[in-house]
């Protein structure tokens, strides 16, 4: 199972980016997709994670800005940044829980994440 990730780069304060994950692999379902990201010094948080049902959860620092998005056919899962600001500049990583897989009853991948900067 591997996790590719896209779409991060640099943007301008109060601009938008938008982050696509796609798992790979001999995957049956998936529980849960979300985002996490650790700035330089700081731990791994979450962004938002959503179930395949569409129950969707965001960190309170999200405030409306991000949208996550899935399309379970295609095991994606997108994150709608708008109003970005210097402090949302971080690695951002893609995480699939609850993963039945070939030879995978319950597992937790993680994509290598890509690297979100907002400077002006």
């Known amino acids: 199972v591997q996790l590719l990730e896209s779409g991060g780069g640099l943007v301008q304060p109060g601009g938008s980016l938008r982050l696509s994950c796609a798992a790979s692999?001999?995957?049956?379902?998936?529980?849960?997709l979300g985002w996490y990201r650790q700035a330089p010094g700081n731990q791994r948080e979450l962004v938002a994670s959503?179930?395949?049902?569409?129950?969707?959860n965001y960190a309170s620092f999200v405030k409306g800005r991000f949208t996550i998005s899935r399309d379970n056919a295609k095991k994606a899962v997108d994150l709608q940044m708008n109003n970005l600001n210097a402090e949302d500049t971080a690695v951002y990583y893609c995480?699939?829980?609850?993963?039945?897989?070939?030879?995978?009853?319950?597992?937790?991948?993680w994509g290598q994440g890509t690297q979100v900067t907002v400077s002006s």
């Open positions: 692999g001999s995957i049956f379902s998936i529980y849960k």
């Open positions: 995480n699939a829980e609850g993963v039945v897989a070939a030879g995978i009853a319950d597992g937790v991948f």
């Open positions: 959503i179930t395949g049902g569409g129950s969707a």
